[in-house]
């Protein structure tokens, strides 16, 4: 069974910071990797979708990576900026099923 | 990306009574809906698996008679929280898949419950 794990589980930092969150899986046999933002009380955003057969992708601030052998990808948030606080999630979707497994996610504020 | 519209996105009833949440593809054809609850600080956790015109299909631990889905439509699931108990408080989300994006999944807003 697919375990997904974000570290760290929260992150407080100052504005303008480069932030790198993580996600490991334990099956590496997966199709693609999602990363989403929710905010409190919200539903999610897809921010990044990186195929299996991919390195990274990248959106503005955002770059997301997968090492798929190793079963990890980072987030990396350029210039982190108070708007940026929310949970981010990270989901596998393997393949065969493509059911989205998610981990408990990264809880960020970013303080001016 | 393809659009997946959640109603109503907050709802607060009393216990012993039923309520109804549903999940629309607005711009694509939904073969597969996804329903999950997220508890505070924990993951979503995947409810169930529905195809159009067939019944869902259950995660272990989850009582169907209670959390009754329908898919009628290529459009159109819902998910019905019958005789609600506070420990049914949670937020639940729903997700869509469709014919010519089989491999991603777009998802709704969420529906925040809250039974007292």
């Known amino acids: 069974k697919q375990e997904v794990t974000q570290i760290p589980a929260a992150l407080s930092v100052p504005e303008g910071e480069n932030l790198v969150l993580n996600c490991s899986f334990t099956?590496?046999?997966?199709?693609?990797l999602q990363w989403f933002r929710q905010d409190p009380g919200k539903g999610l955003t897809s921010l990044l979708l990186i195929q299996s057969s991919q390195r990274e992708q990248t959106s503005g601030r955002l770059n997301a990576s997968l090492d798929k052998s190793s079963g990890r990808s980072t987030l990396y948030i350029a210039a982190s900026q108070p708007g940026d606080s929310a949970t981010y999630l990270c989901?596998?979707?393997?393949?065969?099923?493509?059911?989205?497994?998610f981990g408990r996610g990264t809880s960020l504020i970013v303080h001016p | 990306g393809a659009v997946v519209s959640q109603h109503p996105s907050w709802v607060i009833c009393k216990s012993g009574t039923s309520v109804k949440i549903e999940c629309r593809s607005l711009d694509f054809q939904a073969t597969t809906m996804f329903w999950y609850r997220q508890f505070p600080k924990k993951s979503l956790m995947l409810m169930a698996t529905?195809?159009?015109?067939?019944?869902?299909?259950?995660e272990q631990g989850v009582e169907k008679d209670k959390f009754l889905i329908n898919h009628a439509s290529l459009t159109l699931s819902t998910l019905t929280v019958t005789s609600a108990h506070p420990e049914d408080s949670s937020f639940y989300i729903c997700?869509?898949?469709?014919?010519?994006?089989?491999?991603?999944?777009?998802f709704g807003q969420g529906t925040r419950l809250t039974v007292v």
């Open positions: 989901a596998v979707s393997p393949g065969g099923s493509y059911i989205p497994t």
């Open positions: 529905s195809n159009e015109g067939s019944k869902a299909t259950y």
């Open positions: 099956d590496s046999a997966i199709y693609n």
């Open positions: 997700s869509a898949r469709g014919r010519d994006r089989y491999f991603e999944a777009f």
